[in-house]
C-alpha cells in the first residue's frame, strides 16, 4: 500500500489577512513556520521516502522546515499551484462575498458549472492535477508528503476518489493541516483534514 501525506501549506501572510490568494504569494507567518515544524514533528515516524511541493513560497517554506527535520530533500512539482482566481485575487475574500455574494455562493457550490469570470480553466486545472495523480501511483516510494494549495490538494482528493471536481469546495483543509489518501488499486481516504498535532 501506499500512503500520501497531502499538507496543506502553514498559514501565510495573505492567509492571515483573509486575502484571496490564488497565484499571488506571500510567505509564512511566524506561526506558520511553527505549524510547519509541528507538522514536521507528527510525520516524523511515518517512514516518509519522498517529498514534493508546489513552487509557491507559502508551500516551498512549508516543505523546507519539514524535509529539514526529516532529513530529507524537497522536489518541486509546477503542477502543484494553486488554481488562478484571476482578476479577483488580492482582495479580501468576505469583501467578495458581500459584494458579490451570488457568484461567490455558486462557484464554491459547483466550480465547474459556475467559474470565475477570469479564473484558470477548470478544464486546464483538472489536466495538470490529472497529470500529477497518474505519476504520484507510479512512484516506487510508499511514503510520500506532498505539500500545497487548498484548492490543489481538494482537487487531488475529488479526482482520485471520484467526486469530481464539482465538489471542489465541499472538501476543507486548514493551514497545516495533514490528509492521508492510501492507494492499493484504488484510493481511501484514511483521514481527511488532521490537526490534531497543532494543540
Not at 529539514?68 to 484571476?86: A, K, P, Q
Not at 482537487?155 to 465538489?167: D, P, W, Y
Request: neutral net charge; hydrophobic residues 40%.
Amino acid at each position: 500500500m501506499k500512503r500520501f501525506y497531502l499538507v496543506r501549506h502553514a498559514q501565510s501572510e495573505f492567509n492571515e489577512k483573509g486575502i484571496f490568494q490564488g497565484r499571488l504569494d506571500s510567505d509564512l507567518t511566524p506561526l506558520g513556520f511553527v505549524q510547519a515544524r509541528l507538522v514536521a514533528r507528527f510525520l516524523s515516524d511515518k517512514g516518509v521516502e519522498r517529498l514534493v511541493s508546489s513552487p509557491q513560497r507559502r508551500a516551498y517554506k512549508t516543505a523546507l522546515v519539514i524535509g529539514d527535520v526529516l532529513g530529507i530533500g524537497v522536489e518541486v512539482d509546477e503542477r502543484l499551484r494553486e488554481m488562478s482566481f484571476g482578476d479577483l485575487e488580492g482582495r479580501r475574500f468576505w469583501d467578495l462575498v458581500e459584494e458579490e455574494r451570488d457568484m461567490i455562493l455558486n462557484w464554491l457550490r459547483d466550480p465547474v458549472r459556475h467559474p470565475l469570470p477570469t479564473q484558470e480553466p477548470v478544464e486546464s486545472f483538472e489536466k495538470r492535477v490529472c497529470s500529477f495523480l497518474e505519476d504520484m501511483v507510479s512512484w516506487r516510494e510508499r511514503n510520500v508528503v506532498i505539500v500545497a494549495h487548498g484548492g490543489t490538494l481538494h482537487a487531488i482528493v475529488c479526482l482520485a476518489t471520484g467526486l469530481g471536481l464539482e465538489k471542489l469546495w465541499r472538501v476543507h483543509m486548514d493551514n497545516a493541516s495533514v490528509t492521508l489518501l492510501e492507494f492499493d488499486r484504488s484510493f481511501r481516504i484514511a483521514y481527511l483534514n488532521r490537526r490534531c498535532h497543532l494543540i
